[in-house]
C-alpha cells in the first residue's frame, strides 16, 4: 500500500489516494470532496474507449445519477444506467436476474466497465453481477454511504443474499477504481452516517490506538464534513487497503475486520435484517460486548471495555442489546436463540465459533477456541441487564 499525498493536502484539486496493493488487481481509492466530477475523465484515462453501465438504486439516483452521468458523458464515455430497489432486499437472486439481464441487453462486453453507484447494497450486488457477466466483467466502485466508502467498497467481497443467511453467495472481485466523494454523504441520513461511523471507530478499536483516540476528539468534525471526514474516511481505507493487501481471501488477519460482527450478525437476524437495527449499529453493539467479553476472559481491562462503549454511545449509537427497541421483551432474544444465531455465520469453522477479541484497545486478535459456554452465560447476563 502506498500513499500518494498527505491528508492534510485533499481537496478538490488534490483528493487523498490510497492504492490498494494487490499486484495485477491494485487500484486506487480516490477520496475527497467533489471528486465525482472527475469520474468521467478518471475512467477514460483507465480504459480508453471503454462503455459503461451504471447500476445504483432510487434513492441514491435522486441525488447522484445526474452527476455521474453527467461526468461521464463530458470525458465521451458512453452509459446505461438500471436502477433497482433500495435497500438489503435488493441483494436477491430475483434482482441480480434483473441487473444481469439488463447489463447484457446493454451489451456489457468482456472489455467494458459495471459503475456500481449506491451503498454497500449496491456495490455487492453490482460488483457480483460484473464478477459473473461473461465470467468476469471489470467494475468500479463509487460508494455513496459511510460504510460502503469505508468498507464495502474496499476489498472485492461482492455478494447476495440467500433466504438461509446474509451473504451466502459470492465472489471475490476487486474492483479496478473506487470514488469517495466525501460530498455525496451530505444526503445521507444521520442515521445511516451514524451507523457506517461505527465501522470508522472498528479500525481504530482492532488496530490503531491513536485514530480511535483521535476519533475521540474530532468525531464531530467528521459528522460536520470538514477535512476531518476526509481524514477518517482515508485512514479508514488505509487500514483496510493493507489488510486487504496481506489476506485477500481471509485465510487469517482479514478476519480482524469482522471484530463485532459475529455478535452484529446475531443481532441483525433475530431483528429480521429490518430498520429495527442497521448493519452498523449492530457493529457498535457487537464491539461493545466483545469488548466488555474481552474484559470478562481478563483480556483488556474494565476500563477500556468501557472507554470502547462510551465513544460510541457519545456519537449516538447503540451500544447495548436494550437500545434495540422491544428486544430483551422477546421471545427470539434469549441467549441459546442468539447462540443457534451465531452459529449459522459463515464465520464458523467445523462448528467452531470464530470471535475476534481485544488484547488492547488498537489490538485486536482472532480466537478460534472460546467455550460457547461462556459465551451464553455471558449474553445471558447482558440480556438480563
Ligand atoms: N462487501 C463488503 O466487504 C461489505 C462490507 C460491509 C458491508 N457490506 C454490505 O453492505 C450493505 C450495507 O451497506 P449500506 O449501509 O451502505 O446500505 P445501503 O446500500 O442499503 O444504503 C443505505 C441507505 O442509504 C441510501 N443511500 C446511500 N447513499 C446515499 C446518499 N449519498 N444519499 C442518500 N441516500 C443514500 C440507500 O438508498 C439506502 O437506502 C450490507 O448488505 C452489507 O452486507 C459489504
Ligand atoms: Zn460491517
Excluded at 440467500?162 to 465472489?171: D, I, R, T
Aim: hydrophobic residues 45%; negative net charge.
Amino acid at each position: 500500500m502506498t500513499i500518494r499525498n498527505s491528508v492534510q493536502a485533499s481537496s478538490e484539486a488534490q483528493p487523498t489516494i490510497v492504492n490498494v496493493g494487490l499486484a495485477d488487481r491494485a487500484y486506487d481509492i480516490v477520496i475527497g470532496r467533489g471528486v465525482l466530477r472527475s469520474l468521467g475523465e478518471r475512467i477514460a484515462a483507465l480504459r480508453p474507449g471503454v462503455r459503461t453501465a451504471i447500476v445504483t438504486d432510487q434513492s441514491v439516483a435522486k441525488h447522484w445519477l445526474a452527476a455521474v452521468e453527467a461526468s461521464l458523458k463530458a470525458a465521451n464515455v458512453p452509459s446505461s444506467t438500471i436502477v433497482v430497489g433500495e435497500g438489503e432486499g435488493t441483494k436477491s437472486y430475483a434482482v441480480l436476474e434483473q441487473v444481469s439481464e439488463a447489463l447484457i441487453a446493454a451489451k456489457i462486453e468482456r472489455n467494458d466497465l459495471v459503475i456500481a453507484l449506491g451503498g454497500g447494497v449496491v456495490g455487492d450486488l453490482a460488483g457480483f453481477a460484473a464478477a459473473i457477466l461473461r465470467r468476469g466483467v471489470d467494475f468500479v466502485q463509487v460508494p455513496t454511504s459511510l460504510l460502503a466508502q469505508v468498507d464495502s467498497s474496499v476489498g472485492g467481497k461482492t455478494g447476495i443474499n440467500s433466504p438461509q443467511g446474509k451473504n451466502l453467495l459470492g465472489a471475490f472481485h476487486q474492483p479496478v477504481l473506487v470514488i469517495a466523494d466525501t460530498s455525496v454523504l451530505d444526503t445521507l441520513s444521520p442515521r445511516q452516517f451514524r451507523a457506517g461511523y461505527a465501522e470508522v471507530a472498528k479500525y481504530g478499536v482492532l488496530g490503531d490506538e491513536a485514530f480511535f483516540t483521535w476519533l475521540e476528539a474530532n468525531h464531530a468534525d467528521i459528522f460536520e464534513g470538514s477535512a476531518a471526514r476526509e481524514h477518517a474516511i482515508a485512514t479508514s481505507c488505509r487500514a483496510k487497503a493493507a489488510i486487504v493487501s496481506r489476506d485477500e481471501r481471509e485465510t487469517g488477519e482479514r478476519a480482524l475486520l469482522n471484530l463485532g460482527h459475529t455478535f452484529g450478525h446475531a443481532l441483525e437476524a433475530a431483528t429480521g435484517f429490518s430498520d429495527r437495527l442497521f448493519h452498523g449499529e449492530g457493529v457498535s453493539i457487537g464491539m461493545v460486548l466483545a469488548a466488555e467479553f474481552s474484559a470478562k476472559l481478563g483480556m483488556i481491562s474494565e476500563a477500556d471495555a468501557a472507554r470502547v462503549e462510551r465513544h460510541l454511545a457519545s456519537v449516538g449509537l447503540p451500544t447495548h442489546l436494550q437500545d434495540i427497541a422491544g428486544f430483551t421483551q422477546e421471545g427470539l432474544a434469549d441467549a441459546d436463540a442468539l447462540m443457534a444465531l451465531m452459529a449459522q455465520d459463515k464465520k464458523v469453522k467445523r462448528g467452531r465459533l470464530t470471535f475476534i477479541l481485544l488484547q488492547a484497545i488498537g489490538r485486536a486478535v482472532v480466537t478460534n477456541d472460546v467455550e460457547p459456554a461462556l459465551v451464553r452465560d455471558f449474553l445471558q447476563q447482558k440480556l438480563s441487564g
